[in-house]
């Protein structure tokens, strides 16, 4: 099949229609926009076809002089964009295309990449949906015992729910209580973290709400990302006093109360780890995957870098 794929570098690229093939895209992520991508990645590039019809945005950066493709902290999916689902096919030959510019990458592609890869090989990451199309009753009805319980609980031990909260607040309550869990988090990727939620609280698209005790003391707080056709459980933070109260539990509950009926969905960003993924099927989600690929070419000893 012959295709022109073009090279773009991150110099060269109108952000303002960036932005624009980005919300014309069938499969369309705010991860893909120049806001997400300016903050996590400033050196990114990308691989066009006919004027925006489909495009993947390359995370680039440089070690010991390579450069390399990698997948930056707090952005879930990129990969292949379209406006046209017949595009989709074009998965393989735009991984070939970025094969012969970086000898490594370690990247995650979106969803609806992951049915023509293939025989590339990749590693299948969970997601979990939740569709509100419906009122929050019928909703409701599919959150299990174990979830409706500590939502009951919660709100017996009196846990009150606070509109808004300050984007460096939330990030640094994150990293007290939960920072160690997570060591490859940077405190240059905080501050990145900081900048996204602050520059979305000022564009309307991240809503941020907390839960307090009796004292007005916050135990945890939910970041929601709006989406275009979804809205994104994006990032949060608990501490011990707020998982004593089930706080977590009550904060989803509250934003799928917020969302019910409106036709979007609630996407849970994911985890490949067992009980995170337990807290989010609780609510009725439904597991659905996207591939992480990783090419290495590079020579001996290179090819040992991670």
Known sequence: MSL???????????????????????????????????????RW???????????????????FSISYLYQPIF??????????????????????????????ADIAMNEMNIDHCGSI???EMNNFLLPLDKPYESVAKQFNSNTRRNIIKSKRLGTILVPGFNAGDVVRLFS????????????????????????GME????????????????IACVCILKDY???????????????????MFLLVDSFIRQFSGTGMILDFNGSMNPNIARFYSGFGAQKTSYPRL???TLPYPFKLFR
């Open 4 to 42: 022109s794929i073009n090279h773009l570098t991150n110099d060269t690229i109108k952000r303002s229609e960036w932005d624009e093939w980005v919300r014309n895209a069938r499969n369309r992520r705010m991860y893909a926009s120049s806001l997400f991508l300016d903050i996590f990645c400033p």
């Open 294 to 296: 990783r090419i290495n």
């Open 203 to 218: 564009e309307g698209v991240v809503e941020i709400k907390s839960a307090c005790t009796h004292d007005r003391t916050v």
């Open 229 to 247: 056709d979804r809205y994104v459980f994006y990032f949060s933070a608990n501490t011990p006093e707020g998982r004593e109260h089930g706080a």
């Open 45 to 63: 590039e990308a691989l066009v076809i006919e004027d925006g019809k489909a495009f993947m945005p390359l995370t680039r950066n440089r070690k």
């Open 121 to 123: 090989q990749y590693t």
């Open 176 to 199: 007290r209580h939960q920072g160690k869990l997570y060591p490859n988090i940077r405190r240059k990727n905080y501050k990145m973290l900081v900048s996204l939620l602050e520059r």
């Open 75 to 104: 952005v879930q999916q990129l990969g292949l964009f379209f406006r046209d689902p017949g595009f989709a096919e074009y998965v393989p030959l735009f991984i070939e295309k970025l094969s012969t510019l970086y000898s490594f």
